[in-house]
């Protein structure tokens, strides 16, 4: 990240930070970033999803020293307790719980909305994170969908749109309409839905014959679709809440190349079961030494910033895509970027909404509703 990156006093952040250790288990070369300020979120109840490891338990720390409740829906309920241990140990009074939720099952999807509903709890943020990448073989939802399109994309849409009522509900906080975070810089207020995309969009090809990769599978070709897929559906979330008055900012993020264990998941996916238990891939070991060196990888405090800004920050617009802004995009400060060439065309994005919906058989109101 360039000197200038780093002094530019931007509103809505802090000032610059001198990273310490981070939660990563290995040493990297301390860098400067500039942080997010996070409003006052008392009162606020966000929902994480894979917040039990990485990118996503660094933004639920975030959320609640802000004062966010968490709600934390988790696929495994073990490594659920243990995020929620470590964030009670940073954050001592977090007002935090985990919910059972597997993306990778629409019945799943819709228990988790089913309880929430029955909570009838407004939700004000939602961060769509949760995400597994490019398992060697081809596996499958519940559902029978290619795995990296239905756990990141259709799980995550099917989860918004039944969690729409509750999303609409999400009114003024405590704090007032100039701190709470949810009316952006152009004036809407509404929840916040930010989408976890990944600069592998910008590679992203919609195959509209083979969508679930079953003709032919790449592991990297379905990871980088499924990206896109989200990131041309939190673009077409915020268009078609606009039109329609559905009083949601939908925006997305992006966050570099950061240090996590998706990089050790391997063809276990890390569910700890497969093949790779204690034996990390090549790339896990080639992103701890570029992390090591502070080249092109940074660590997770850094890599959260994009989704934290996208989700908390007053300045933050719906449709808009944050990532880091150094270099390539693979690490830094976080900051608006353009959004890639593949998912700006709106009218494939309304196609796989409507061919998503169809897939997911969970539908989004057609139109206002009352
Ligand atoms: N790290 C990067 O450099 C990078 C780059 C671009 C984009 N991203 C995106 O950032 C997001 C977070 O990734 P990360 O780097 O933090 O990876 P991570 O450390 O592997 O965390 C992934 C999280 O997703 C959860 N998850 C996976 N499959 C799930 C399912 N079927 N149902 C519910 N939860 C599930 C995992 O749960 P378990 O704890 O049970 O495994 C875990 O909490 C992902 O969407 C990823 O694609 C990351």
Redesign the pocket.
Known sequence: MSKAAVKKATPGRTAPKKTTRTSSPVRHRARRYTDVVVPDLSGRRALV??????????LAERLARAGAELVL????PA??EA?VARLRAAVPDAVVGTRP?????LD?VAALADDLLADGRPIDLLV??????TPPTRHT?ADGFE?QLG??HL?HMALVGLLLPLLRSSGPGTSGPSTSGFSTSDGRPGARVTT?????ARFGVIDWADLNSERAYSPVRA?NF??LA?LMFALELDRRSRAHGWGIVSNAA????????????GPA????TGTSAGEPPRMDAV?RRLLGLGVM?QP?EM?ILPALQAVTDVTAQGGTFYGPDGVGHFTGSSAPQRVYRAATDEAAASRLWDVSENLTGVRFPDGPVG
């Not at 939720?101 to 099952?105: E, P």
């Not at 976890?196 to 592998?200: E, N």
């Not at 996916?269 to 700890?272: A, D, S």
């Open positions: 999803t894979g917040a039990s490891d990485g990118i996503g338990l660094g829906p988790v696929r495994n490594k659920g995020a939720l597997d993306l990778a099952s799943s769509a994170n949760a995400g597994v990448m939802t795995l756990t990141n799980g976890m995309s990944s600069a592998a990871y499924s990206k989200q992006h966050p570099g190349t950061t240090y996590t264990g998706l990089y050790a998941a996916l890390g569910t700890g992103m990888v997770v890599g």
